[in-house]
């Protein structure tokens, strides 16, 4: 998919900017506080995903506006299409070729996007939660059963962590559990096998891409932990051997749970383990390897899209380049040749070294093409 035409209106601090960029790299360069990120933040909004920020709509909009527009007009694999999303919440009104849409979710699919952010550095230095919630996203663009199952698995899950804290409720419904128990060890064992086959995928598209960065210097490596099944359990197929498992762990941990009074054990509990060299990022990693895991984690979810799919995903890089050295930002400025990106950077040192592609400059929101 390529971005042929990109217009904003009243964007947060963008009163108005129009750029055509090229097919594949595109730099957005200036100071800080000067609309970067919100050039980024306005093309990931028409993915139908909310703000990479956690902001409103009605945050998005200039002050003294009304409302804000952005309009693209794109190409994929099979046309020509064009995209209007007009803001905020009480005002909303989204076009794709002339047809109105109900709800931004609609976009899923459409307009395919993966976006990279300081926050993503999350990934791999902050807790397992962060590393379930990449997986989670990542497979649910991919795989829409997979967000109904995990919404499914949330909904049992707080059922019977309800009853583990009431301990009046547990003794009056303590042979409810049983209930949720088959119903957990159900879900479990499908969201696990998702993940699982994420991961193998993944693994390989990783190591490469991270191997580019460093000249093969360091090896990568990425493995599902799963806190129920233990390691080498083939997750290839949902099976009642792999059901009965996960449901002799949750009864094996039963009176342990109503102790802690929540579930201890389950695919809520599990981690992504990425290794440099075989030792853990999180721990030993430098900032920059930490840097160079986050991006190349989003690099190959971007290659997965279209491997699975057939359709290349915008690809959204947000002050990417800092804490990376010459030969990482090397890698991102001419070596990522099968995807349409924008990068935003502060320092145009940092541009030097691109062999081709396009430079926009944005000062006090205004864009222009250098």
């Not at 900017?17 to 933040?41: D, F, R, S, Y």
């Not at 930490?290 to 890089?317: D, H, M, Q, W, Y």
């Not at 950077?345 to 006090?364: A, K, P, Q, W």
């Amino acid at each position: 998919m390529i971005i042929q035409s990109l217009r904003l209106a009243d964007f947060r601090n963008l009163e108005a900017a129009e750029i055509a960029p090229c097919e594949n790299i595109n730099i957005i360069l200036g100071q800080n506080a000067q609309g970067k990120t919100n050039l980024i933040e306005a093309v990931w909004l028409l993915t139908g995903n909310r703000s990479f920020r956690g902001a409103r709509e009605s945050q998005m909009i200039r002050f003294g506006a009304e409302v804000f527009r952005v309009e693209v007009s794109f190409r994929d694999r099979e046309r020509e299409q064009f995209l209007s999303f007009t803001g905020g919440e009480r005002k909303r009104k989204i076009l794709l070729n002339g047809v109105p849409l109900k709800s931004p979710s609609e976009l899923f699919g459409t307009f395919p996007a993966v976006i990279f952010d300081p926050t993503g550095l999350s990934i791999v230095q902050d807790g397992p939660g962060e590393r379930r919630r990449f997986l989670d996203t990542a497979i649910s663009g991919l795989k829409p059963a997979y967000g109904r199952y995990l919404a499914q698995y949330n909904a049992v899950l707080e059922q019977r962590n309800s009853l583990l804290r009431d301990a009046g409720r547990y003794d009056r419904f303590a042979d409810t559990l049983d209930v949720w128990d088959l119903q957990l060890a159900k879900l479990g064992t499908i969201l696990s096998v998702f993940r699982e086959d994420y991961v193998q995928k993944l693994r390989p598209v990783a190591a490469e891409i991270y191997g580019g960065f460093t000249g093969f210097s360091e090896a990568f490596s990425a493995e599902y932990e799963s806190s129920v099944f233990p390691a080498g359990t083939p997750l290839t197929a949902y099976t009642e051997e792999l059901i009965r498992s996960y449901l002799a762990v949750l009864q094996g941990e039963r009176e342990n749970d109503r102790r802690m009074r929540c579930t201890t054990r389950g695919a809520h509990r599990d981690d992504l383990s990425l290794n440099i060299d075989g030792r853990p990022a999180r721990v030993y990693g430098s900032q920059g390897q930490k840097r160079s895991c986050a991006v190349a984690l989003k690099l190959s979810e971007a290659n997965l899209i279209r491997r699975i799919t057939g359709e290349n995903p915008v690809v959204l890089l947000d002050d990417v380049m800092s804490e990376l050295d010459q030969s990482r930002q090397d890698y991102i400025l001419n070596r990522i040749r099968d995807f349409q990106v924008f990068i935003t950077c502060c320092d145009v040192s940092n541009t030097l070294r691109m062999e081709s592609g396009r430079i926009f400059t944005v000062t006090g929101g205004r864009v222009e093409e250098a």
